[in-house]
């Protein structure tokens, strides 16, 4: 049995104790969490049970964005020892399938991922895990900081999609966290200059601040008259659509240049439509992502050696005694939030 924030069902979240029975196996370490941020899919479960085919039909343990430190391992690792500080890849796919095999194993359809029914997430006290999906942290990187890799991930992702070439132009639809971090990833992955479109004036304000970025209040300017006059008329070389917004993700055509990229990382609630023949008239490459594979190592490095910062982005802690109330924060945040993260009680 162990403490947990479990939700019971659409709109009930408790803290209570949970039978979770995790053996240990010969290459898995166990890990006691420290920090777990809230991501829009737990908002999402929280709110409404269920994301597509995924229903919450029994009570699951929310959080899949966590850090901590190691403390037991397997007889087969080699790679980490206990008092480690680390963070954790949640998705964990079958090794022996097709997907694994050819090197995308986050589309291995038996890929077990935290906080997605039926596979309850980490927050609780210790959660055991295969010792090849969890990282060691830099000395210079925090658990805060550790536990925000996941989300970096979905951006990094992202951004290997697009194959930036170093000066292009990005345009980034939606400064939520992901958009946000799509933002500083395609910084750090040689874009010149950054356009980002957003409704909330704070957002674009801490996104202005990220580096050559050019902040677009859609209640105020088109988006595509910035975009034609930042690029003399050429368009984007990248559209990253991260707000999930079926309105702006039907406009990502209008921004984009000849021969562009467009990288659809937002999920809209209907289907969106899509105007071949303008895609068909510049040649547009459209790539999708769901979630990320073989980023993390990536993400670590480039956040130890300070070309990612991710501090600015956590806006609010809370204590794990209080994660329902974080929850129902995380559910209407003010404009100044980016990322709400619970800190667990053994590490406050």
């Known amino acids: 049995m162990m403490e947990a924030l479990v939700l019971e069902k659409a709109g009930l979240l408790r803290i209570r104790d949970i039978d979770i029975v995790e053996k240990m196996g010969p290459q898995d370490v166990r890990i006691a969490i420290h920090t777990v941020g809230i991501c829009g899919s737990d908002v999402h479960y929280y709110e ?16 899949h964005e966590a850090s901590g430190t190691v403390i037991e391992v397997g007889r087969e690792v080699a790679t980490l020892k206990p008092g480690d500080r680390v963070c954790m890849e ?22 077990r991922f935290w906080a997605t029914p039926p596979i309850h997430g980490c927050l609780r006290p210790t959660v055991a895990h295969p010792a090849a999906f969890t990282f060691k942290l830099p000395d210079n990187v925090s658990y805060a900081e550790g536990a925000m890799v996941e989300p970096l991930a979905v951006g990094m992702h992202a951004v290997n999609k697009a194959h930036i070439r170093p000066g292009d132009t ?8 992901i958009g946000m971090l799509a933002c500083a990833a395609a910084i750090a992955g040689g874009c010149g200059k950054v356009v980002v479109v957003d409704m909330v004036q704070p957002k674009l304000d801490l996104a202005a601040r990220l580096g050559p970025v050019v902040p677009v209040n859609l209640k105020e300017r088109a988006p595509a008259e910035v975009v034609m006059e930042e690029t003399d008329g050429w368009g984007a070389d990248i559209i990253f659509e991260a707000s999930g917004n079926a309105e702006s993700a039907e406009t990502v055509f209008d921004l984009l240049c000849p021969a562009g990229r467009v990288v659809f990382i937002g999920c809209p609630a209907r289907p969106i439509a899509f105007d071949v023949i303008k895609a068909q008239a510049k040649e547009a490459r459209i790539e999708t992502i769901f979630r990320y594979a073989h980023v993390y190592p990536r993400a670590l490095s480039l956040m130890s050696a300070g070309k990612i910062d991710v501090k600015p982005f956590i806006t609010d802690r809370y204590e794990f005694k209080d994660g329902i109330e974080a929850f129902d924060y995380a559910c209407n945040m003010k404009p100044t939030s980016v990322k709400v993260q619970i800190v667990m009680p053994e590490a406050g």
């Open 170 to 177: 990005a345009v980034v639809l939606g400064l939520g966290a």
């Open 90 to 111: 949640p998705g964990v796919p079958d090794p022996n399938s097709r997907a694994s095999r050819l090197g995308i194993y986050n589309l291995d359809p038996a890929v």
């Open 48 to 63: 409404r049970g269920a994301i597509g085919p995924y229903v919450v039909r029994e009570p699951m343990v929310l959080g």
